[in-house]
């Protein structure tokens, strides 16, 4: 039977706990909640911003500079952690599960937030009720590259190879990533035969894209920019509806007769879901100020993202809409990850 008191042979335990119960009393005779007066002294102390995915990604780079920025207004350290795997859902899980004190955030992604929840029989985290959306860090559509000396020069042309025998086939960094379900989306779109070559990560795919050995890719403009300046690829379209502002004289896929056509990469900065409302208030009124910043934006567009501002209860409604959205290629394409 446990006892209904306190030892007195434990007076430290004894004393932390009259200690923490007179202040629990006091604070409730002022009329202020202990999550108020947790959010009057936010942050006392560096806030962690979880990366789900390694160093060097884009998801990384868009991490430290909004990192680097938001330790202004807080009046605080921001510290990135990288902690990668199981497509993101490694590091989200981290964050769901922390104390939800605004001191642990994660960078969000259409992955882990979207993908992932269709994607994973299991996933040890709901994208939508175990998170606080804070602020909107961007977007991204992606690029469908072909190599430079492909005769294919227009979507049109893609459609026409696709429906002759044998069709073509397309690469990207992996089972049901963001570039395997836009080509299958584009796939739905014009018909024909395109057959899916995943690949352990990006790079290597578009190595096999510039070498001619797959037809073509969809992926990020800050990854393939550099190629096509350099002569090695040649972009036949964006994902998203309208241009990219990264790569203005690439028209869209939806302008070249493929229907309707928008899918884009997104990042979105989340807490864990019972952080307190003054606390979440001050995160997102930092990542405004942050995301106001001209030199922000300028690097964030380096990266080829474009910005978005949303109100809390939009930040909501665009992240449901989402899984809705990328829950259907999901499911088109028969991708699976345990």
């Not at 990604?57 to 868009?62: E, N």
């Not at 397309?170 to 089972?175: L, M, Q, R, T, V």
């Not at 928008?262 to 990542?287: G, H, K, N």
């Not at 809390?312 to 992240?319: I, Q, R, V, W």
């Amino acid at each position: 039977m446990t006892s209904s008191f306190i030892s007195s042979s434990h007076p430290r335990l004894a004393r932390r706990t009259l200690l923490a119960a007179a202040c629990t009393l006091g604070l409730a005779a002022l009329g202020l909640s202990p999550a108020v007066v947790l959010a009057q002294d936010y942050p006392s102390r560096p806030v962690k911003l979880v990366v789900p995915f390694g160093p060097g990604t884009t998801t990384d780079i868009i991490s430290r500079v909004i990192g680097e920025a938001l330790a202004k207004p807080l009046g605080q350290a921001v510290i990135v952690e990288n902690r990668a795997g199981a497509g993101g859902a490694i590091g989200s899980d981290l964050v769901a599960k922390s104390p939800a004190d605004g001191y642990t955030l994660v960078m969000g992604t259409v992955g882990t937030h979207a993908i992932n929840a269709t994607l994973y029989k299991k996933l040890p985290y709901d994208p939508l009720k175990d998170f606080a959306p804070v602020a909107f860090a961007g977007y991204t559509p992606t690029l469908l590259v072909v190599a430079a000396n492909s005769p294919l020069k227009s979507v049109k042309d893609l459609a026409a190879q696709a429906a002759k025998p044998g069709g073509v086939s397309f690469a990207s960094a992996g089972n049901g990533t963001s570039g395997h379900l836009a080509g299958e989306l584009l796939k739905a779109r014009l018909g024909g035969e395109m057959v899916h070559v995943p690949y352990k990560e990006g790079g290597l795919a578009m190595s096999d894209v510039m070498g001619g050995q797959v037809q073509f890719m969809f992926y990020h403009p800050a990854a393939v920019l550099p190629h096509i300046k350099a002569g090695k690829l040649r972009a036949l379209g964006a994902s998203s509806a309208r241009r990219s502002a990264a790569a203005p004289d690439v028209p869209a896929i939806a302008e070249q007769g493929a229907g309707d056509f928008d899918l884009v990469a997104w990042f979105m900065i989340y807490a864990p879901a019972a952080t307190p409302a003054p606390v979440l208030a001050r995160l997102r009124d930092a990542a405004a100020q942050a995301m106001a910043s001209s030199e922000v934006v300028a690097k964030l567009g380096a990266q080829g993202l474009e910005l978005r501002s949303m109100k809390p209860d939009e930040l909501a409604a665009f992240g449901r809409t989402e899984i809705s959205k990328w829950s259907e290629l999901v499911k088109r394409s028969g991708a699976q990850v345990d």
